[in-house]
């Protein structure tokens, strides 16, 4: 299935990258976190580690690696405003249950 990036997304990560000046692109990842287990990792990528996947959508690569893979495959990355508040939003359909505040989630 792999990863999948929304025209926002793509646009504001490109944005972000531009703007820093140097990067490969995203990494995706997880981390154990929160009240429901989980939390999602976005940061930027510089250098490769040996167990990376590469996605590329909408000329943006996202790294992921393989472990992360397991719980985030088939996801899509979005990035929206609502009111006040603006940020990237993880569509992953593998989450079972996320807890209130959504900073967190259970595969």
Excluded: Q, W
């Amino acid at each position: 299935m792999g990863i999948t990036l929304t025209d926002a997304a793509a646009s504001r990560v490109s944005s972000f990258l531009a703007n820093r000046g140097k990067g490969l692109g995203v990494r995706l990842g997880v981390r154990t976190s929160g009240c429901s287990g989980m939390a999602y990792v976005l940061e930027f990528v510089d250098d490769m580690n040996d167990d990376d996947e590469i996605f590329e959508d909408h000329g943006v690569k996202v790294i992921i690696d393989k472990k992360s893979l397991v719980y985030l495959d088939g996801t899509e990355l979005d990035y929206g405003k609502e009111g006040l508040n603006e940020g990237f939003k993880f569509n992953n359909p593998n989450v079972k249950d996320e807890c209130g505040c959504g900073e967190s989630f259970t595969i």
